[in-house]
């Protein structure tokens, strides 16, 4: 019989992108903290540097923490990141692709093209070159894991959210064509859905509005949750108590998956107006 190592991720290389806040900063504390060499990359070198701070005081059982600037969208920068990643153990064993967003909120009819086409990037080709450029590595290693970051927004309607909720469901379908491409490599891939979970971004949303009562009252927990929800899935899904789990896509909600997605008419209505938010071009 075998016994689990202190922290069980000793010796194991992991990329986390967008690992400067929220959380990306988050999966990458639960990996450090049982022992995976992780590696943090992002767009803005200053919360980078904040963030291994936190990310190396919660380091344990051997686990640590350098940083690389890196835009998740741009080839060359996605694979000096990766290269980045190797430095610890001459080896990748997992990444975290959280790096990704949202903008330009309004009804399809007046999408900005170029303003969709660059969330999109930002979600779907920074996730797919993450894949590209990790996985020989990990096939290397003799197998490994994948996480992407998708949304509820993938899954269930979110009024208004234009490309995010496309990329997301993007990023969804690709973990499960990969898992099936690179199962017979041991490199699993799955998706976390994350609900409202309380970060930088969604401080914007006034606690006593319409639009975050419409989050409440679709969550059976009846709250938000943490960073540290999704941290701590992220790093079962790296770990080996999870070999046998591929190709899913895991909802860390509070039970909002069960209701429906949240209301953002009274933040757009303002901006927009009633009529356009109805089908018509605005003036």
Not at 16 to 45: F, M, N, P, Q, S
Request: hydrophobic share 40%.
């Amino acid at each position: 019989m075998t016994t689990r190592p202190a922290g069980g991720l000793e010796g194991k290389a992991v990329l986390v992108t967008g690992g400067g806040t929220g959380i990306g900063r988050a999966c990458a504390v639960a990996l450090a903290a049982d022992g995976a060499a992780v590696t943090i990359c992002g767009r803005t070198e200053s919360k980078l540097n904040d963030a291994a701070e936190v990310i190396a005081e919660a380091a344990g059982c051997g686990g640590s923490v350098q940083t690389v600037v890196a835009d998740v969208t741009d080839e060359q920068s996605v694979q000096q990141a990766v290269a980045r990643a190797l430095e610890p153990t001459g080896s990748l064993d997992g990444c975290v692709a959280n790096a990704g967003g949202g903008g330009g909120m309004g009804p399809y009819h007046v999408q900005d093209t170029d303003e969709f086409l660059r969330v999109l990037h930002l979600n779907v080709l920074g996730t797919m070159l993450c894949v590209k450029h990790t996985v020989p590595h990990m096939v290397k290693a003799g197998g490994g894991s994948f996480v992407g970051m998708s949304s509820i927004a993938g899954h269930q309607t979110h009024l208004y959210f234009g490309a995010y909720t496309v990329g997301k469901a993007g990023i969804e379908q690709m973990m499960r064509n990969a898992a099936d491409e690179f199962g017979p490599k041991k490199v699993r891939f799955n998706g976390v859905r994350p609900g409202f979970i309380a970060t930088e971004i969604m401080e914007g949303i006034p606690r006593d509005g319409e639009v975050y009562d419409s989050y409440i009252t679709q969550t059976p927990m009846g709250d938000v949750g943490q960073p540290e929800d999704v941290g701590s899935l992220a790093r079962f899904l790296v770990g080996e108590e999870s070999r046998w789990i591929t190709g899913q896509i895991i909802n860390v909600d509070g039970g909002h998956s069960l209701r429906r997605g949240p209301d953002f008419t009274p933040f757009v209505e303002p901006a927009l107006g009633r009529e356009v938010l109805e089908g018509k071009l605005p003036d």
